[in-house]
Nanobody
Framework: QVQLVESGGGWVQAGGSLRLSCAAS????????MGWFRQAPGKEREFVAA???????YYTDAVQGRFTISRDNAKKMVFLRMNSLKPEDTAVYYC???????????????????WGQGTQVTVSS
């Protein structure tokens, strides 16, 4: 079955950096869109970034220029490098897989076929 396992979350002061990793299994991966979503307390889960099978990347405006998504198709891993972190980036971050290639135009949870268990990122001011 499909499994997405995140790691790399934690606590960091504002302005700091973290790198999230997601290891995938049970997926073709190289032809899938892989992404990251986040959910803050009391808020809906929101799109953060995605990487298509061509390597093209997409970001929500709030993280553009600060976060970088990358992938290693050979290892079936996707990463999210987060720089210049702000307190408003505090959330549970979820790795997401879209096997139907919808996330290019639909950057909502409905485009996701599989989710990881989530990893907490806390940014203190």
């Amino acid at each position: 079955q499909v499994q997405l396992v995140e790691s790399g979350g934690g606590w960091v002061q504002a302005g700091g950096s973290l790198r999230l990793s997601c290891a995938a299994s049970g997926l073709t991966f190289s032809s899938d869109i892989m992404g990251w979503f986040r959910q803050a307390p009391g808020k809906e889960r929101e799109f953060v970034a995605a990487s298509s099978w061509t390597g093209k990347t997409y970001y929500t405006d709030a993280v553009q220029g600060r976060f970088t998504i990358s992938r290693d198709n050979a290892k079936k891993m996707v990463f999210l490098r987060m720089n210049s972190l702000k307190p408003e980036d505090t959330a549970v971050y979820y790795c997401a897989a879209d096997t139907s290639r919808r996330m290019v135009v639909d950057r909502t949870s409905s485009s996701v076929d599989y989710w990881g268990q989530g990893t907490q990122v806390t940014v203190s001011s």
